[in-house]
C-alpha cells in the first residue's frame, strides 16, 4: 500500500533532500489512504529518505488515522498548540538533517512556509514534489489497476446478474 511512499523517499535520497513535507489533503489521501480534509487546520504527511515517515493532524484525527492502519507515527495537536513548532520538534526527533526541503509549491501557502521558516530557520524550500505527486497520481500501479477494476465491476454486478437470470 506504501509503494508510492517508498518511491518518495528514493527519490529524496537521490536528490539529497532532507525532508519532504506533504499538506494537500488530496495528495495525503492518496498517499496514505487517511481521507480528511482539514479546513483552515494544519494537516501533512513528513517524509525522509532513510527514516519513517509521520503524519501530523489535529489531535481529534488521530485515532482515525490509526483506524486506517497507518503503520508509522501519527503526532496530534490541539487549535490552543504551535503546530508547527511540534512539527519542526519530531522532525528533529528523527533526523539531524533538516534543512533541505521538498514541498507541493502549488499548495503551500506563504504563511504556512513563513511558519515553517520560524521554526526551522535554515530550511531551504529546494524541489516541488507536486510534478512526481501528480505523474504517481496518473500512472497506475498493479494494485491501483486491480482496484479500480474492482471497483468498475461492482456496481454492475447486480445488473449483470439479472441479466444473466
Same mark, same amino acid.
Given at each position: 500500500?506504501?509503494?508510492?511512499i517508498?518511491e518518495?523517499?528514493n527519490w529524496?535520497?537521490?536528490?539529497q533532500?532532507?525532508?519532504?513535507?506533504?499538506?494537500?489533503? *488530496?495528495?495525503?489521501?492518496?498517499?496514505t489512504?487517511f481521507?480528511?480534509?482539514?479546513?483552515?487546520?494544519i494537516?501533512?504527511?513528513?517524509? =525522509?529518505?532513510?527514516?519513517?515517515? &509521520?503524519?501530523?493532524a489535529p489531535?481529534?484525527?488521530?485515532?482515525?488515522?490509526?483506524?486506517?492502519g497507518?503503520?508509522?507515527?501519527?503526532?496530534?495537536?490541539?487549535?490552543?498548540?504551535?503546530?508547527?513548532?511540534?512539527?519542526?520538534? *519530531?522532525?528533529?526527533?528523527?533526523?539531524? *538533517?533538516?534543512?533541505n526541503?521538498?514541498?507541493?509549491k502549488g499548495?503551500?501557502?506563504l504563511?504556512?512556509?513563513?511558519q515553517?521558516?520560524?521554526?526551522?530557520?535554515?530550511?531551504? =524550500?529546494?524541489d516541488?514534489l507536486?510534478?512526481?505527486?501528480?505523474?504517481?497520481?496518473l500512472?497506475?500501479?498493479?494494485?491501483?489497476?486491480?482496484?479500480?477494476?474492482?471497483?468498475e465491476l461492482?456496481?454492475?454486478?447486480? &445488473?449483470?446478474?439479472?441479466?444473466?437470470l
Open positions: 500500500m506504501y509503494q508510492n517508498k518518495l523517499q529524496l535520497n537521490v536528490q533532500l532532507d525532508v519532504a513535507y506533504i499538506s494537500d489533503f *488530496h495528495s495525503i489521501s492518496y498517499l489512504g481521507e480528511s480534509d482539514p479546513i483552515e487546520r494537516l501533512a504527511l513528513v517524509l =525522509f529518505p532513510q527514516n519513517d515517515p &509521520f503524519i501530523f489531535a481529534l484525527e488521530v485515532e482515525t488515522v490509526k483506524a486506517t497507518w503503520p508509522y507515527p501519527v503526532y496530534g495537536y490541539q487549535d490552543s498548540e504551535d503546530a508547527f513548532a511540534m512539527i519542526a520538534g *519530531h522532525i528533529k526527533d528523527e533526523t539531524t *538533517h533538516f534543512e526541503w521538498a514541498v507541493e499548495t503551500l501557502t504563511e504556512r512556509a513563513q515553517i521558516q520560524r521554526v526551522v530557520p535554515n530550511v531551504k =524550500f529546494k516541488d507536486t510534478p512526481l505527486i501528480e505523474r504517481m497520481r500512472i497506475k500501479t498493479p494494485a491501483e489497476i486491480e482496484k479500480c477494476i474492482k471497483l461492482m456496481p454492475t454486478a447486480p &445488473f449483470n446478474l439479472v441479466l444473466m
